[in-house]
């Protein structure tokens, strides 16, 4: 069965870092275009990243460019997300998804997205 588990979720100050993992099983990551997304209380979720296939392309919300890096480890059928000078505005509920199109969205919809994780919750205090 399909399967992604996110980890390295908590509470952190602002100005702080996490990472963020994702874990897939039943599923081969290399074969998936990949990307975080996040919904904060009362929000629609929302895209945060994401990373092509071989993990040489990688695109970000406009809010977090420049802190977060996304990253993959095809190998290891990992795929990670860190956070650098996390903001109490990136509080939320951080979900992986894998896109098994054969094309590549920079900007995708949650709605285009076929597999998801429960997501980890990420909360930075001021």
């Known amino acids: 069965q399909e399967q992604l588990v996110e980890s390295g979720g908590g509470l952190v100050q602002a100005g702080g870092s996490l990472r963020l993992s994702c874990a897939a099983s039943?599923?081969?990551?290399?074969?998936?275009?990949m990307g975080w997304f996040r919904q904060a209380p009362g929000k629609e979720r929302e895209f945060v990243a994401a990373i092509s296939w071989s993990g040489g392309t990688t695109d970000y919300a406009h809010s977090v460019k420049g802190r977060f890096t996304i990253s993959r480890d095809n190998a290891k059928n990992m795929m990670y997300l860190q956070m650098n000078s996390l903001k109490p505005e990136d509080t939320a509920v951080y979900y992986c998804a894998a896109d098994r199109s054969q094309y590549y969205t920079s900007n995708p919809s949650p709605n285009g997205m076929d597999y998801w994780g429960k997501g980890t919750l990420v909360t930075v205090s001021s």
């Open positions: 039943g599923l081969t990551l290399s074969m998936y275009a």
